[in-house]
């Protein structure tokens, strides 16, 4: 292949340019050189210009954040979030109890495992309205704003009518696109579980789902006591659900009031 230097003194053009620096990449380590060339034609010709090799790790970042944007967009898509929570964040989340400060603490340690790409797992169960739908949007939200990692959330009651609308010819996604999601994101968060009707279907459905995240990072939160879930689902759900959690990742979520209700 011709240089470009090349092709320009064929046609009559210098192509002057004078070495002013080299430096490493900080990323890699790759030896970088610093130019000052005459520029060619259009309305700056025969003007000079400091030109600095751009390295090729950085276009690839460039490239694989282009990748992760597009993905980030998929999940936030099929992501379904009550519109109460749409605005939830850990930094507008107000705790009134000791185990709600703890939780945001558990929280903070659950995405830091996340981002480093260890496998994270943790359910917040208790009573209704106390902020446990708020707090999973939070860490949704931190981890795809900050450390662009997938995570996709699922809201179990809505879950049986998002998984029959994409049989329909009209949907955006199949069934298919759907388990898929459910199995490479890179957290996977099931809202409500328990309040989705339980019967021998839903329970197939979940156990299926449960299935595609082994040894992957998710959070499950629900009303349901622990003993409770056992009762509703039986010892092989329950066991997909609590998998690789010890006694610290079962976190109770109490209050003395409705989170719901924190400004009435």
Same mark, same amino acid.
């Given at each position: 292949?011709?240089?470009? =230097?090349?092709?320009?003194?064929? #046609?009559?053009? @210098?192509?002057?340019?004078?070495?002013?620096?080299?430096?490493?990449?900080?990323?890699?380590?790759?030896?970088?050189?610093?130019? #000052?060339?005459?520029?060619?034609?259009?309305?700056?010709?025969?003007?000079?210009?400091?030109?600095?090799?751009?390295?090729?790790?950085?276009?690839?970042?460039?490239? $694989?954040? @282009?990748?992760?944007?597009?993905?980030?967009?998929?999940? #936030?898509? $099929?992501?379904?979030?009550?519109?109460?929570?749409?605005?939830?964040?850990?930094?507008?989340?107000?705790?009134?109890?000791?185990?709600?400060?703890?939780?945001?603490?558990?929280?903070?340690?659950?995405?830091?495992?996340?981002?480093?790409?260890?496998?994270?797992?943790?359910?917040?169960?208790?009573?209704?309205?106390?902020?446990?739908?708020?707090?999973?949007?939070?860490?949704?939200?931190?981890?795809?704003?900050?450390?662009?990692?997938?995570?996709?959330?699922?809201?179990?009651?809505?879950?049986?009518?998002?998984?029959?609308?994409?049989?329909?010819?009209? =949907?955006?996604?199949?069934?298919?696109?759907?388990?898929?999601?459910?199995?490479?994101?890179?957290?996977?968060? $099931?809202?409500?579980?328990?309040?989705?009707?339980?019967?021998?279907?839903?329970?197939?459905?979940?156990?299926?789902?449960?299935?595609?995240?082994?040894?992957?990072?998710?959070?499950?939160?629900?009303?349901?006591?622990?003993?409770?879930?056992?009762?509703?689902?039986?010892?092989?759900?329950?066991?997909?659900?609590?998998?690789?959690?010890?006694?610290?990742?079962? $976190?109770?979520?109490?209050?003395?009031? =409705?989170?719901?209700?924190?400004?009435?």
């Amino acid at each position: 292949m011709k240089k470009l =230097s090349d092709i320009f003194e064929k #046609r009559g053009l @210098a192509l002057e340019r004078e070495l002013v620096k080299v430096e490493k990449c900080q990323n890699c380590d790759k030896e970088l050189k610093t130019f #000052r060339m005459q520029i060619i034609g259009g309305s700056r010709n025969g003007e000079w210009a400091t030109v600095t090799e751009e390295c090729d790790c950085i276009l690839a970042q460039q490239v $694989l954040e @282009a990748v992760n944007r597009t993905k980030l967009k998929f999940f #936030r898509e $099929l992501s379904i979030l009550n519109q109460s929570i749409k605005q939830a964040t850990l930094e507008n989340y107000i705790p009134n109890h000791e185990s709600q400060i703890i939780a945001i603490k558990k929280a903070i340690e659950f995405i830091e495992k996340v981002s480093k790409n260890k496998q994270a797992r943790m359910i917040y169960y208790g009573e209704s309205g106390l902020g446990k739908s708020h707090l999973a949007v939070g860490i949704e939200k931190l981890l795809e704003d900050k450390f662009y990692k997938t995570a996709l959330f699922l809201e179990v009651p809505t879950l049986k009518q998002m998984v029959k609308a994409s049989w329909t010819k009209d =949907s955006n996604y199949s069934e298919l696109e759907l388990m898929k999601a459910v199995s490479e994101a890179d957290l996977l968060i $099931l809202d409500d579980v328990g309040a989705e009707g339980i019967t021998p279907w839903t329970k197939e459905l979940l156990f299926t789902i449960l299935n595609l995240r082994l040894s992957k990072s998710l959070l499950v939160t629900t009303n349901l006591s622990l003993s409770e879930i056992y009762m509703e689902y039986g010892p092989k759900i329950t066991d997909r659900i609590l998998e690789n959690m010890s006694k610290q990742d079962m $976190l109770k979520v109490e209050g003395n009031q =409705s989170y719901r209700l924190k400004n009435f």
